[in-house]
């Protein structure tokens, strides 16, 4: 075989020290075999093989444009537009770890339409087929890496998020994204800082910077960017300002430890987004090969090997300070080589690949022409493979170079560890795939975190701008500052929130009610004045006792009905008024129970109706009263109307317009049973809604009516002469029974539930004991204990 074709890879280093150098030259030995790999396949460019220029090219402009014109010119010195090298021009470049270093280098490279493959991170910026229309890159597009990260803070709930970029149109385009992406799913940006190079030549502005790092409240830090755009940030001189952080960045910024410089352990803990790359088992025994006895033209090879394993190479010798003959590169820490492969290494490894298949299309393509005799090869070139090639890996992988066509990137999340002997290990605890369906997306393995944080955490810190609203608490914002803090407020009345960081709470329903810590609803007690409770049973016994007492005053007056005492002032009014107290009791039983449609119609009909009946009995008797006075006088015509029936007419007419109130009232809005759902916290109150309070306060102010003239006419009598008097009784008792109607109804008004059926039904036995005991009893008391004072000597003697 012959080395016909030499490709040239542009390696970026940083200038500062040697060591950063020496980090990255594992995306050489990547390159190196793949190289090596396909020189060996015999299915892949046969008779033909790959050879490569290693070019050292620096983190700035002028340093990259000069290692391309080195490249353009060949040995000697560099002339533009001219070249020394005749047999060993190569046609392909692959560069560019950074998208500043491929604009440097496309600029000029673009002047003589050499492809570039970049394998740094994706840029659409570099997609621009009219701007860069020969730079082609390996990288998937990373347009989802904001979505997976967001998806992270989700995870673990982090919504007070610091974010720190590099300062470039690029990293600019990544923060719009990342602070949408945050948006859509109330996550917060606790501060932005953007990084540039000036911050390590500007002491003042670099310590604000790393001020405002340490004042805020945010423990989850997202810093974008490639390892240059960052050094500043790295090499600080304050360890104990980036501590308790968790750090969220991509495979594109290096955090592994640097020898000498001891801060880097603040990165320990960080959650690392790298790019899905398929394991390359031949990769490992190829790094137990490698040694600068087999390389001996590799001078990089030579100074990492002296750096990794801190000793002096000597070709052939051992001894004091001199590396060991058997040391092998893959017995190093993650702090230089990573033997996996990383998503870089993988990258080149699949860069070199596609160029070997392009050229192997073209070459294919060549031949064909050739034995067909048709139109010449040279209508061909690379660029017209690169852009159509499509292949597989030896994992399996597709790889396809068409800007139009690139599919999005798959990451791998890992876990950053570093432990007390300096050794550093990542553990992948999770994936990212975007294309996958929801749910399958995004996975995330906590128990795999072995730390999370400098302090050793078992668990991932919070990250909030205010602390939890746990349940019973809703979320009000604070003025002035993002949504994301917040007070808070306890639930109010009749509302609940089960769950932490409600932004509202939620009313129970009607039936339920919220328990004490306002975070669950419970089913409400149906309730009602039964006769079961000891206040329903009490108030039943006591109206039953007064109404069979009634009876008994009602027998009394029927077995001594034809004493002087029963028949003073209308014994047919006595009767008249003891049956309706005698109903008045009784009526109060409608109030006890479980309402009914019936209850509910009768109650305050039969209790207006009755006490009606009994009042103006009352009037009717001090009407007689006045007229059995005036009878008295010589030539009274007031005597004829003592025996006729105009005291009942009285009673008849009184009663009629009560009736006539109560029927309009049941015709227009009669009462119904109701379910009180609001008067009382735990309670559903079974009671009777009495329809139109209007009707229901006209039949108690029609009573009230009644009682007033009755009193106003007994107590202008009450000083007539005793043996036809009875309006000092009836005085006395409507005194009573004003004074009970005229406190009900404030007390009514007042008072809740089931407990406006209990002073209604206190008002009805109160007011009605207080007529029968006061016009009844002393009669009672005459009749059956003094009978020598029921007698008409008694009376004509003012003994009565």
Known sequence: FFSML??????????????????????????????????????????????????????????????????LSGQGQTIPNYSCERQRKSVVVIGGATSEMTFSMGTLLELYKLPQISYGRFDPLISDPLQFPSVYQMAPSDTSLP?????????FKWTWVGLVV??????????????????RNDVCVAFIEKISTSYSLNAKLYQTFIFRIFRSTANVLVIYGDTNSLLSLMFTKNPYVLVRRVWITTSHWDVAKKPGYIYFDNFHGALIFSDQTSRIPEFKHFLKT??????????????????????????????????????????????YLDITMSDQSYTVYTAVYA???????????????????????????????????????????????????????????LNYVTFTNDTEVLIKVGE???????????????????????????RPPQSRCSKVCGPGFQKKAQEGRPFCCFNCDPCPERHISNQTDADQCVKCPEDQYPNHQRNQCLPKMVTFLDYEEPLGMALASIA????????????????????????????????????????????????????????????????????????????????????????????????KWMGSRAPISVVLFCTLIQGMLCGVWLLLSPPFPEADTHSDHEHIILGCNEGSLIAFYFVLSYMGVLALASFAVAFFVR???????????????????????????????????????????FSILSSSTGLLACIFIPKCYVILLQPHRNIKKSLKDNKC
């Open 6 to 71: 030499k490709s040239n890879f542009f390696l970026r280093c940083p200038i500062f020290i040697m060591l950063w150098q020496l980090k990255h030259y594992y995306q050489v030995l990547a390159f190196m075999f793949a190289i090596e790999e396909i020189n060996r396949n015999p299915n892949l460019l046969p008779n033909i093989s790959l050879g490569f220029h290693v070019y050292n090219a620096y983190h700035n402009d002028e340093r990259a444009l000069e290692s391309s014109l080195m490249w």
């Open 147 to 155: 979505l997976g990260m967001v998806r992270l803070m989700l995870h």
């Open 166 to 183: 590099s300062d470039d149109s690029r990293d600019e385009k990544f923060l719009r994204d990342l602070q949408e992406e945050m948006a």
């Open 290 to 335: 490698v040694n600068p006895a087999r390389y001996p033209e590799d001078i990089f090879l030579k100074n990492f090997w002296n750096s990794g394993f801190g000793c002096v190479y000597k070709h052939g010798k051992e001894g004091e300070g001199i590396c060991s003959l058997n040391a092998s590169l893959d017995t190093i820490q993650l702090s």
């Open 355 to 413: 160029v070997a298949w392009a050229l192997h299309e073209m070459f294919l393509v060549r031949s064909e022409m050739e034995s067909n005799k048709r139109r010449p090869f040279w209508i061909f070139s690379l660029h017209y493979f690169l852009k159509n090639i499509q292949f597989n890996t030896n994992a399996g992988k597709l790889v396809v170079l068409d800007k139009k066509r690139k599919s999005l990137a798959n990451y791998d999340i």
């Open 432 to 458: 990212f795939t975007p294309q996958a369906p929801l749910g399958q997306d995004f996975t995330i393995q906590e128990k795999a975190i072995t730390k999370v944080s400098n302090l050793g955490f078992s």
């Open 544 to 639: 039953v006792c007064l109404s069979l007492l009634t009876a008994l005053v009602l027998w009394v007056f029927v077995r001594y009905k034809n004493t002087p005492i029963v028949r003073a002032n209308n014994r047919d009014l006595s009767y008249i008024l003891l049956i309706s107290l005698f109903f008045c009791f009784l009526c109060s039983l409608l109030f006890i129970g479980h309402p009914t449609a019936a209850h509910c119609l009768l109650r305050q009909t039969t209790f207006g109706v009755m006490f009606t009946v009994a009042v103006s009995t009352i009037l009717a008797k001090t009407i007689i009263v006045i007229l059995a006075f005036r009878a008295t006088r010589p030539g009274s015509r007031s005597r």
């Open 719 to 761: 000083n007539l002469p005793d043996t036809f008097n009875e309006a000092k009784y009836i005085t006395f008792s409507m005194l009573v029974f004003c004074s009970v109607w005229v406190s009900f109804l404030p007390t009514y008004q007042s008072t809740k539930g089931k407990m406006m059926a209990a002073v209604e039904i």
